[in-house]
C-alpha cells in the first residue's frame, strides 16, 4: 500500500470492508453510521487515498454529480450584488447538505473554446438571460436537464415573480397626481451594460428580460393614473458604479424638471438615489418619493419603500430541481409590497 498509489479496490481490502461502503463514505454518507465513515475516513486519509475517481465514476454512473449554474453577469458582479449573493446562497445551502458540487459557468463563448466545460454539469440552473445567447444554444445542445431563472426560454421550465404586477402595484402607489414628474431608474433594459438613455424601439422582450416585465408595470401604472412618462425619463442602469450613478443623479435632481417619484428597479439604485436626496436637503417623501425592488437587509433600515421577492428560496427551488428532488415545472412565486417612509 506504500508504493503504490491505493485503489478504491485495495482500500476497501486493507479496511475489509467492501468497495461500495469504501465508497458511500465519501458519496453517500447518510448510508453510514457517524462512527464507521469517520472511521473510514481517517484510514484513507493515513493511505493517503482522497477518494472515488470522479471520472470513474461518471464513466460507470453516466454522473458527475456536478450541477452546473450559468450566471449572466460576471463573477465580480455576483460575488457582490445583494440580490446575486442572497440567491447563491439559497442554492449552495442545499448543495452542502447533499454534497452536491456547483460549477459556475461564464456568459460569453469565448470562455468554452476547446474547454467542453459544458458537457461537466448533470444539469444546469441559468439565473438571468446572457447577453450571448450563443452560450444558452450550447447549454441546450447538452440536453440535460435545465431551469431558467428571473427570464425564460422557450419550451424550458423557469422560476420567476410576477414583475410586472409588482411594479405595478408599487408605482400605484407612489404616483399620487398625474402632474408628478417621473424618473424610471432601470436595469439593463437593452443588450449594453452602459448608463444610457433606454432606447425605447431597442428593449428586450418581455420574456428575454425581468427589467421588460418591471419597465411595463410601470408604464401601465403611470397610465393608469393619467400621468406622462418622458423619453428622456428612462435610464438604463446595470455594472454602474455608486459614484458615477449618484453624479448623474444629482444633476436630474437638480434640474427644473426635477422629478417628484423614482421608480427604481433594483434596491441597490434606490439606496444611492435616497443618499444623493439626503445631500441635497430633499425631503423625502414630502419633496421626492422614492421605491425599490427586492428588499435586500439595507432596505429595512433604510426604510425604503420597495417590493420583496423571495430571492433565496428562488435558488433554493432552482437547486432542488437542479437535483432531481422536486419536478421541473415553470413557478411564478409571490412578493409582497414593503410600505415604508420614502412613499
Given at each position: 500500500?506504500q508504493?503504490?498509489k491505493?485503489?478504491?479496490k485495495?482500500?476497501?481490502?486493507?479496511?475489509?470492508?467492501?468497495?461500495?461502503?469504501?465508497?458511500?463514505?465519501f458519496n453517500?454518507?447518510?448510508q453510514?453510521?457517524?462512527s464507521?465513515?469517520?472511521?473510514?475516513?481517517s484510514?484513507?486519509?493515513?493511505?493517503?487515498?482522497?477518494?472515488?475517481?470522479?471520472?470513474?465514476r461518471?464513466?460507470r454512473?453516466?454522473k458527475?454529480?456536478?450541477?452546473g449554474?450559468l450566471?449572466?453577469d460576471?463573477?465580480a458582479?455576483?460575488?457582490?450584488d445583494?440580490?446575486?449573493?442572497?440567491?447563491?446562497a439559497?442554492i449552495s445551502q442545499l448543495?452542502d447538505?447533499?454534497h452536491?458540487?456547483?460549477?459556475?459557468?461564464?456568459s460569453?463563448?469565448?470562455?468554452y473554446?476547446?474547454?467542453?466545460?459544458?458537457t461537466?454539469?448533470?444539469?444546469?440552473?441559468v439565473?438571468?438571460?446572457?447577453m450571448d445567447?450563443n452560450?444558452?444554444?450550447?447549454?441546450t445542445?447538452?440536453?440535460?436537464p435545465?431551469?431558467t431563472?428571473?427570464?425564460?426560454?422557450?419550451?424550458?421550465?423557469?422560476?420567476n415573480v410576477d414583475?410586472?404586477q409588482?411594479c405595478?402595484?408599487?408605482?400605484?402607489?407612489?404616483?399620487?397626481?398625474?402632474?408628478d414628474?417621473?424618473l424610471?431608474l432601470?436595469?439593463?433594459?437593452?443588450?449594453?451594460n452602459?448608463?444610457?438613455?433606454?432606447?425605447?424601439?431597442?428593449?428586450y422582450?418581455?420574456?428575454?428580460?425581468v427589467?421588460?416585465?418591471?419597465?411595463e408595470?410601470?408604464?401601465r401604472?403611470?397610465?393608469?393614473?393619467?400621468a406622462?412618462?418622458?423619453?428622456?425619463?428612462v435610464w438604463?442602469?446595470?455594472e454602474?458604479?455608486?459614484?458615477?450613478l449618484?453624479?448623474?443623479?444629482?444633476?436630474a435632481?437638480?434640474?427644473p424638471?426635477r422629478?417628484?417619484?423614482?421608480l427604481c428597479?433594483?434596491?441597490?439604485?434606490?439606496?444611492a438615489?435616497l443618499?444623493?436626496?439626503?445631500e441635497?436637503?430633499?425631503?423625502?417623501?414630502?419633496e421626492i418619493?422614492?421605491v425599490?425592488?427586492?428588499?435586500i437587509?439595507?432596505?429595512?433600515s433604510?426604510?425604503?419603500?420597495?417590493v420583496?421577492?423571495?430571492?433565496?428560496?428562488?435558488?433554493?427551488?432552482?437547486?432542488?430541481m437542479a437535483?432531481?428532488?422536486?419536478?421541473?415545472?415553470?413557478m411564478?412565486?409571490?412578493?409582497?409590497?414593503?410600505?415604508?417612509r420614502?412613499s
Open positions: 500500500m508504493n503504490k491505493p485503489t478504491l485495495t482500500v476497501a481490502e486493507y479496511l475489509g470492508v467492501s468497495t461500495a461502503t469504501v465508497s458511500n463514505a453517500r454518507p447518510n453510514l453510521s457517524k464507521l465513515r469517520e472511521k473510514i475516513l484510514e484513507c486519509e493515513n493511505l493517503g487515498y482522497s477518494g472515488p475517481s470522479i471520472t470513474a461518471s464513466l454512473t453516466g458527475t454529480g456536478v450541477i449554474l450566471l449572466a460576471n463573477l458582479f455576483n460575488f457582490t445583494p440580490v446575486a449573493t442572497e440567491f447563491l439559497g448543495l447538505q447533499e452536491v458540487n456547483m460549477l459556475m459557468l461564464p460569453n463563448t469565448e470562455n473554446q476547446n474547454t467542453q466545460v459544458e461537466i454539469p448533470d444539469s444546469f440552473i439565473y438571468g438571460k446572457p445567447a452560450v444558452m444554444n450550447l447549454i445542445r447538452q440536453r440535460k435545465l431551469v431563472v428571473d427570464f425564460c426560454w422557450p419550451d424550458i421550465p423557469s422560476i414583475n410586472e409588482a405595478y402595484d408599487i408605482a400605484s402607489h407612489a404616483i399620487h397626481s398625474p402632474d414628474h417621473i424610471i432601470g436595469l439593463r433594459l437593452e443588450s449594453t452602459a448608463l444610457a438613455l433606454a432606447n425605447l424601439d431597442n428593449l422582450t418581455e420574456e428575454e428580460s427589467s421588460r416585465c418591471r419597465f408595470g410601470y408604464k401604472a403611470i397610465h393608469d393614473k393619467g406622462t412618462l418622458d423619453v428622456d425619463n438604463q442602469i446595470h454602474l458604479e455608486k459614484p458615477v449618484k453624479t448623474m443623479l444629482r444633476g435632481l437638480t434640474s424638471q422629478p417628484q417619484v423614482l428597479m433594483s434596491d441597490k439604485i434606490a439606496l438615489a443618499e444623493v436626496t439626503q441635497l436637503g430633499l425631503i423625502v417623501p414630502d418619493r422614492i425599490g425592488f427586492d428588499d437587509p439595507a432596505a429595512e433604510a426604510g425604503l419603500t420597495t420583496r421577492q423571495p430571492i433565496m428560496h428562488k435558488g433554493q427551488l432552482a437547486a432542488q437535483m432531481g428532488h422536486i419536478p421541473y415545472q415553470t411564478v412565486l409571490d412578493t409582497e409590497l414593503m410600505i415604508r420614502t
